[in-house]
């Protein structure tokens, strides 16, 4: 007789025993604790990143979980069983992953098997964070050690050994960092950008290189690695391997963030886009969150992007696309934490909603990954409608 192997549901979602009994049918090892129990993966990072199909080119949200010895991904966040996992012994890492031309954002875990994993953040930092602690994740399977965020390696920064990650945020920092400005070049006005020579000048100053030669290669790492991109003809021409150097040290070549709500006006001939009023704003938050359907009442994951002055949240499909779903107009608008919803469908969200209403009277309803979140994403909006336009 086949043993009952039907669980129910009367505990939270992700609940050890599910996870338990899927990792024994995948033959994970387990951590032995005293009285002969096998102790749980601990879980290290969870959230939304959208997942490349195995075996269809196509795109889809998923909620994933990093444990402490292999990657669980489920179709949404409530399900009690997940639909794959990727065990990180024998695993490898690369990012950031440009296989995919306008795709950003992406990395790829190669298992044992030599099964290519494809996972994309929604920004950069967020990609940035998940690769990081995947790959501590591995070099404390290959050690024997277990995870801990906190490293006890000395701090020494070594002349040769430059962190891309930290360096990218001092860039960014609003007072000590790179100036972002309006440059205008063949009839053409770049928004939220900089020059070659302004980025080889700053690390000058920054003592973070000894020569503009040096600034040149470690700018060139930069830019290959997704931190810097070129805007406009001539950046975008060196960056295709049609100058000397992918980095140019010039006046006349542009570069902007990732992130730093980057556009072009006036007719071009290449890939910058020109944007509406409402994108000119500098992009204060970023991230997944369930949005609920006006008309379906369904949820749905999607993509937000806050920006202030003007104030306005964007979504788009995290899946695919640059054109935003819709634009929510915050000037005015109300946010609040919510505990349950009139005409939807229930849902296990204790703690996470919260509702936007704008000045025109329009609702919508939002769910965040966890409580911590929910409070930073009311804040941010709530910061963002009082001094926006």
Not at 27 to 46: C, L
């Amino acid at each position: 007789m086949k043993p009952n192997l039907s669980v129910k549901r009367i505990v939270p979602a992700h609940r050890p025993c599910c996870r338990r009994n899927f990792a024994a049918s995948a033959g994970r090892p387990g951590s032995r604790i005293a009285g002969g129990m096998e102790r749980e993966p601990r879980r290290i990072r969870e959230g939304y990143l959208v997942k490349k199909g195995s075996m269809f080119n196509t795109w889809k949200p998923m909620w994933v979980v990093l444990l402490e010895d292999g990657i669980e991904f489920y179709k949404r966040k409530a399900d009690s069983s997940p639909k794959g996992m990727v065990p990180l012994k024998g695993s490898s890492i690369n990012s950031p992953c440009q296989d995919f031309g306008k795709r950003m954002f992406v990395f790829k875990l190669t298992a044992a098997k030599q099964q290519d994993h494809f996972f994309q953040a929604a920004y950069l930092e967020e990609r940035d964070a998940w690769v990081r602690d995947i790959k501590k994740a591995i070099h404390c399977i290959d050690g024997g050690q277990r995870f801990a965020r906190k490293s006890t390696r000395k701090s020494i920064r070594l002349p040769e050994t430059i962190n891309l990650s930290a360096l990218y945020l001092s860039m960014k920092d609003p007072e000590k960092g790179i100036k972002e400005l309006k440059l205008e070049k063949d009839k053409k006005v770049f928004n939220h950008c900089f020059t070659g020579t302004s980025v080889i000048d700053w690390l000058v100053s920054s003592n973070s290189i000894r020569n503009r030669k040096e600034g040149l290669m470690l700018a060139s790492s930069l830019l290959s690695e997704g931190y810097l991109q070129p805007a406009g003809d001539t950046s975008k021409a060196a960056a295709e391997g049609l100058s000397d150097t992918p980095f140019l040290d010039l006046y006349d070549a542009y570069y902007y963030f990732p992130d730093s709500g980057f556009f072009c006006e006036g007719n071009s001939s290449d890939d910058d886009v020109v944007l509406k009023e409402e994108f000119r704003g500098i992009i204060v938050k970023q991230g997944c969150l369930l949005k609920q359907g006006h008309r379906r009442k369904n949820w749905k994951v999607r993509k937000f992007v806050l920006r202030e002055d003007p104030a306005y949240l964007h979504y788009y499909d995290p899946a695919g696309g640059e054109e935003p779903l819709g634009a929510i107009h915050l000037r005015g608008c109300v946010v609040t934490a919510v505990e349950d919803m009139p005409d939807s469908k229930k849902c296990d969200a204790e703690n996470i909603l919260f509702e936007i209403i704008t000045a025109n009277d329009t609702h919508y309803y939002l769910q965040a990954a966890s409580p911590a979140e929910r409070t930073e994403w009311i804040k941010a909006i709530q910061a963002v409608s009082r001094t926006g336009k």
